[in-house]
Antibody, heavy 117, light 113 residues
């Protein structure tokens, strides 16, 4: 059974870069697409982007200029970097595996990132 | 971007009664190549991530109780809970995966009346 676990700093300074990691267990990062999704009270669920099984990426244009998703196959993990953050980037960040044709299943438990000085 | 709009925003239903949640997409999400609607439904309970209930608009995931059903095609979709149980209290989201950026509805909060 695939399990995902996000980790990273819970507090990020404005204008800095948010960096998160998603560790995958019970499955290979090279066998599916893996997305990052965030959730805020104001905007709800927002898809940020994915890395595919070949290492290619697809980003939401909303974030495209600020986001980088990468993977480390030796560690079986995906990483998210979001630069120039502001308070509006405060959210619970999830990683999720793509099932079938791009629904999301399963999801990690999520990690709350607060952007504040 | 394809906007997904759910209605109502919140809903209270008596135990054992039917709950119906609607989702409308701003564009057709029925793919002509396979005649499938690219819509998923999720359930999110407090403090938990969303959990996939239904894909392809009407295909229930393994382990999901059969009181949950999805219907609709094109731009209009419905999630129905045929007989509400206490454990169904949650927020429900629809999602389109027809095209990127993938987008979600704003959520419908379901409570017990």
């Amino acid at each position: 059974q695939v399990q995902l676990q996000e980790s990273g700093p819970g507090l990020v300074q404005p204008s800095e870069t948010l960096s998160l990691t998603c560790i995958v267990s019970g499955g290979s990062i090279s066998s599916h697409h893996w997305s990052w999704i965030r959730q805020t009270p104001g905007k709800g669920l927002e898809w940020i982007g994915y890395i595919d099984y070949n290492g290619g990426t697809n980003y939401n244009p909303t974030f495209k200029s600020r986001v980088t998703i990468s993977r480390d196959t030796s560690k079986n993990q995906s990483s998210l970097k979001l630069s120039s953050v502001t308070a509006t980037d405060t959210a619970v960040y999830y990683c999720a595996r793509h099932g079938g044709d791009n629904w999301f299943d399963p999801w990690g438990q999520g990690t709350l990132v607060t952007v504040s000085s | 971007d394809i906007a997904m709009t759910q209605s109502p925003d919140s809903l209270a239903v008596s135990l054992g009664e039917r709950a119906t949640i609607n989702c409308k997409s701003s564009q057709n999400v029925l793919h002509s190549s396979n005649n499938k609607d690219y819509v998923a439904w999720y359930q999110q309970k407090p403090g938990q991530p969303p959990n996939l209930l239904i894909s392809w608009a009407s295909t229930r995931e393994s382990g999901v109780p059969d009181r949950f059903s999805g219907s609709g095609s094109g731009t209009d979709f419905t999630l129905t809970i045929s007989s509400l149980q206490a454990e169904d209290v949650a927020v429900y989201y629809c999602q389109q995966y027809y095209s990127t950026p993938y987008t979600f509805g704003q959520g419908t909060k379901l409570d017990i009346k």
